[in-house]
């Protein structure tokens, strides 16, 4: 135990470099992510069936390659067409959009979750399209899409991890590089388990409590 806490204070510092770089990418991308999701969620229920389509097509094609090889996809074949990107850079807006389609899928559902009542309420007293999604759905949908908001901010957080696959010295890899010089495996990576746990749990109670409210009301 003694041994495990001297190495601790002596790793803990270089841990919380990598623990700052994985705060950035996953606030960065879950905003990023936010804002998209939102957008493809807008197009696919706005009753035009090009924008529905081609959100559709975005999403499903997006769902269907793994977020890693997204990842290499952003920092390694953009500069061929001369965009390049910092591995912190390309992480955020990898993530970002990898989780903007699952974004999309739960505001869509929350908004399709209104009583349509509502809309043709508001409809029949002048409201146009984006008032009504701006005064009816979008307020209603909100406290429904709340919950699984906070399931994918976990969720992103744990993918960030996935930086590291382009270089990104995130928590996971300055683990990895801590252990590889070290060799105290045992100590470096339940430092790293307990670092993303700290990390996690407020965001794991804080969903449940919102799932707890949801089911109240």
């Known amino acids: 135990m003694d041994g495990f ?5 002596e790793f803990l510092p ?6 700052r770089l994985t705060v950035i990418v996953t606030a960065g991308s879950f905003v990023l992510s936010t804002v998209l999701g939102l957008v493809w969620a807008l197009m696919r229920v706005s009753g035009n069936p090009v924008l529905s389509g081609i959100a559709k097509v975005f999403v499903n094609v997006i769902r269907g390659i793994p977020i890693i090889v997204q990842l290499f996809y952003i ?5 061929d067409f001369g965009i390049s990107l910092s591995a912190v850079q390309a992480s955020i807006i990898g993530l970002g959009i990898a989780y903007s389609a699952y974004q999309s899928e739960n505001f869509r559902a929350g908004i399709e979750a209104v009583d349509r009542g509502q809309v043709e309420a508001a409809q029949s007293i002048g409201m146009g399209w984006w008032l009504t999604m701006r005064r009816v759905l979008l307020p209603q949908a909100f406290k429904v899409v709340l919950p699984p908001y906070g399931n994918i901010m ?3 957080l744990k993918d960030s991890s996935q930086a590291s696959t382009i270089t990104v010295a995130e928590l996971a890899l300055q683990g990895r590089l801590i252990a590889s010089s070290t060799f105290q495996n045992t100590t470096v990576f339940t430092l790293v388990a307990l670092l993303y746990l700290c990390m996690s749990l407020p965001l794991i109670l804080l969903v449940s409590r919102l799932e ?3 089911a109240r009301r």
Not at 5 to 9: H, M, N, R
Not at 75 to 79: E, G, K, M, S
């Open 14 to 19: 270089i841990l919380a470099q990598g623990l």
């Open 212 to 214: 707890a409210r949801s």
């Open 75 to 79: 920092y390694f074949v953009l500069p």
């Open 154 to 156: 976990v969720m992103m």
């Open 5 to 9: 806490l001297k190495q601790s204070v």
